[in-house]
């Protein structure tokens, strides 16, 4: 379509940005102090844009990132972001293009074995192969009535509100700790506690000052953190403030209860809004009256599309109970088509070995993306159509071996 598509330049960032902008529905116009900001996240290399007469229209970019998979493993992934098309070229295959080519690199230059995103819209990806990989929920509780018991802290351990510098040097020491128990999340870098905490500003965003409370155990070691906003409301003398989490991780479930205790015991407080929550989250079964959670939104969160289904499928664990089973992956743009032997071993651990030997299931590669986390069940997808089973019983054994006690939660949006 006569569209030159490229890799950015350091003098392309502004007219990238105003394409961001435009395709977001934001003010197009982008501050020379902007441009400076996101200029620190983003990796140029890694940067799409797509060009009609010398105006950006469409834009593509993706970070290296780290997801924790069960069983712990870190593993090498294409973080997919600022996918945009200027209404006046949407539909003509531009997004498709610029994900052709970033799947392509991630697979065949940079060797990572998974990608993911966050869908603006739930339709858009599954034909490249993603599959809805973690979910969330949103609680908004009306503390008076929540019938919150008193429970005193463990033995020794504390909550200290901290100064946005404290936080930049323990909160990525409670996020390594939070991060390796939780299948689902990335890695955070320094710019982003830098944001979080306010040392950098992006002009484009308001910026609240958020508090912060610092869980620490016995041992003084620092397992959990809650950043929040309370805004100050009266009705006549009686106070009705509402309390905002923006961010509460843990490496405990001490600590974790500890600080939704904390957050729902605010004097003034009268509202929480829990922020983005993992389905199973222990916060509705922490107060007297759990309906008092009252689910504001649940929805898909991060999504998964495997790009080497060997390190994938070998990488995580199942749960420890021996057994075999030949998956036949589908995958149109080839990046995971393939059939696997998966040898589950008595420890959980796994070896995925190519094979020709009949499947036991067949499964597009966004339905292993939508199992791979441990997130979906396989029956279920099996009822929806979405995986056939060949072998009777496999789906059942498949079930067994991919789910997860407690479910992948990405608390990030990126
Ligand atoms: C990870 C992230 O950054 S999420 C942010 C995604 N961006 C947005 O939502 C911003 C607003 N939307 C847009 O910028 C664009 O519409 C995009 C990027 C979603 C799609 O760009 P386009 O260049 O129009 O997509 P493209 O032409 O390659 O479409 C490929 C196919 O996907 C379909 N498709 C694309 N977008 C959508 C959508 N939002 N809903 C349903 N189907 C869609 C197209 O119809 C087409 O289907 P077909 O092959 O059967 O004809």
Same mark, same amino acid.
């Given at each position: 379509?006569?569209?030159?598509?490229?890799?950015?330049?350091?003098?392309?960032?502004?007219?990238?940005?105003?394409?961001?902008?435009t395709?977001?529905?934001?003010?197009?116009?982008?501050?020379?102090?902007?441009?400076?900001?996101?200029?620190?996240?983003?990796?140029?290399?890694?940067?799409? +844009?797509?060009?009609?007469?010398?105006?950006?229209?469409?834009?593509?970019?993706?970070?290296?990132?780290?997801?924790?998979?069960?069983?712990?493993?870190?593993?090498?992934?294409?973080?997919?972001?600022?996918?945009?098309?200027?209404?006046?070229?949407?539909?003509?295959?531009?997004?498709?293009?610029?994900?052709?080519?970033?799947?392509?690199?991630?697979?065949?230059?940079?060797?990572?074995?998974?990608? #993911?995103?966050?869908?603006? &819209?739930?339709?858009?990806?599954?034909?490249?192969?993603?599959?809805?990989?973690?979910?969330?929920?949103?609680?908004?509780?009306?503390?008076?009535?929540?019938?919150?018991?008193?429970?005193?802290?463990?033995? +020794?351990?504390? #909550?200290?509100?901290? &100064?946005?510098? &404290?936080?930049?040097?323990?909160?990525?020491?409670?996020?390594?700790?939070?991060?390796?128990?939780?299948?689902?999340?990335?890695?955070?870098?320094?710019?982003?506690?830098?944001?979080?905490?306010?040392?950098?500003?992006?002009?484009?965003?308001?910026w609240?000052?958020?508090?912060?409370?610092?869980?620490?155990?016995?041992?003084?070691?620092?397992?959990?953190?809650?950043?929040?906003?309370?805004?100050?409301?009266?009705?006549?003398?009686?106070?009705?403030?509402?309390?905002?989490?923006?961010?509460?991780?843990?490496?405990? @479930?001490?600590?974790?209860?500890?600080?939704?205790?904390?957050?729902?015991?605010?004097?003034?407080?009268?509202?929480?809004?829990?922020?983005?929550?993992?389905?199973?989250?222990?916060?509705?079964?922490?107060?007297?009256?759990?309906?008092?959670?009252?689910?504001?939104?649940?929805?898909?969160?991060?999504?998964?599309?495997?790009?080497?289904?060997?390190?994938?499928?070998?990488?995580?664990?199942?749960?420890?109970?021996? +057994?075999?089973?030949?998956?036949?992956?589908?995958? @149109?743009?080839?990046?995971?088509?393939?059939?696997?032997?998966?040898?589950?071993?008595?420890?959980?651990?796994?070896q995925?070995?190519?094979?020709?030997?009949?499947?036991?299931?067949?499964?597009?590669?966004?339905?292993?993306?939508?199992l791979?986390?441990?997130?979906?069940?396989?029956?279920?997808?099996?009822a929806?159509?979405?995986?056939?089973?060949?072998?009777?019983?496999?789906?059942?054994?498949?079930?067994a071996?991919?789910?997860t @006690?407690?479910?992948p939660?990405?608390?990030?949006?990126?």
């Open positions: 379509m006569g569209l030159d598509v490229r890799t950015l330049e350091a003098a392309d960032l502004p007219e990238w940005l105003r394409a961001v902008n395709g977001f529905l934001r003010a197009p116009t982008v501050s020379d102090e902007e441009v400076e900001v996101r200029r620190q996240e983003i990796d140029l290399s890694r940067t799409q +844009g797509a060009y009609d007469a010398g105006r950006c229209v469409a834009t593509f970019r993706s970070m290296p990132r780290e997801v924790t998979v069960p069983g712990g493993a870190l593993l090498d992934t294409d973080a997919i972001t600022n996918v945009t098309v200027t209404a006046t070229h949407r539909r003509r295959g531009l997004a498709t293009r610029l994900m052709a080519n970033d799947l392509r690199a991630a697979k065949e230059e940079r060797g990572e074995a998974l990608a #993911i995103l966050i869908a603006a &819209e739930y339709p858009i990806y599954g034909r490249f192969g993603f599959g809805p990989a973690t979910s969330y929920t949103e609680w908004f509780v009306e503390v008076p009535r929540a019938q919150l018991r008193p429970v005193p802290l463990p033995e +020794g351990a504390r #909550i200290d509100l901290a &100064e946005p510098a &404290e936080v930049r040097k323990v909160g990525p020491e409670v996020h390594e700790r939070f991060r390796r128990r939780t299948p689902g999340a990335i890695n955070r870098t320094e710019l982003w506690w830098q944001l979080e905490t306010g040392e950098i500003r992006n002009p484009a965003q308001g609240t000052e958020p508090m912060f409370a610092v869980y620490r155990d016995a041992t003084g070691q620092a397992t959990g953190l809650a950043t929040y906003t309370v805004e100050e409301k009266w009705h006549g003398m009686y106070p009705e403030c509402p309390l905002s989490v923006r961010g509460l991780i843990a490496a405990t @479930p001490e600590a974790e209860a500890a600080l939704w205790r904390f957050l729902l015991s605010v004097d003034w407080v009268s509202t929480v809004k829990a922020g983005i929550r993992a389905p199973d989250d222990l916060l509705p079964d922490l107060l007297g009256d759990p309906r008092c959670a009252k689910v504001d939104t649940t929805a898909d969160l991060m999504w998964v599309r495997v790009l080497d289904p060997k390190r994938a499928l070998e990488a995580r664990t199942y749960a420890p109970v021996p +057994g075999a089973l030949v998956l036949d992956i589908q995958d @149109p743009l080839g990046h995971a088509a393939g059939r696997y032997r998966l040898e589950v071993a008595a420890d959980g651990t796994a995925a070995v190519p094979t020709t030997a009949s499947p036991d299931l067949t499964l597009p590669v966004a339905s292993l993306g939508a791979y986390l441990g997130n979906e069940s396989v029956l279920r997808l099996a929806l159509g979405r995986l056939a089973e060949e072998t009777p019983g496999a789906a059942i054994l498949a079930d071996l991919f789910r @006690p407690r479910r939660w990405c608390p990030d949006i990126f």
